[in-house]
Nanobody
């Protein structure tokens, strides 16, 4: 079965950096959309950064453009999220997700069928 295992996250002061990694397994598709969503307490889940394995198309939420960078290693089925210049509003639970039928033109979470367990990111002011 499809599994996504996240690593990274933690606590950092505003202006600092963190790196999240997600390793996928259990699928043989070569074209898929994979990336990161986050959810803060009392807020809806939002797509943060996504990348399409079949051509490198990326999506970034407006709130993270210029600060976050998503990258992938298709051979290893991994996706990393480098988060720089972190702000307190970046605090939340970050989830890795994959959609096996999406080229990242659709970013709504309901189209992503597989999710990791989540990793906490806390940014203090």
């Amino acid at each position: 079965q499809v599994q996504l295992v996240e690593s990274g996250g933690g606590s950092v002061q505003a202006g600092g950096s963190l790196r999240l990694s997600c390793a996928g397994s259990g699928y043989t598709y070569s074209s898929y959309c994979m990336g990161w969503f986050r959810q803060a307490p009392g807020k809806e889940r939002e797509g943060v950064a996504l990348i399409y394995s079949g051509g490198g198309r990326t999506y970034y939420a407006d709130s993270v453009k210029g600060r976050f960078t998503i990258s992938q290693d298709n051979a290893k089925k991994t996706v990393d999220l480098q988060m720089d210049s972190l702000k307190p509003e970046d605090t939340g639970m970050y989830y890795c997700a994959i959609s096996l039928s999406n080229d990242c033109t659709v970013v709504a979470g309901r189209y992503f069928g597989y999710w990791g367990q989540g990793t906490q990111v806390t940014v203090s002011s």
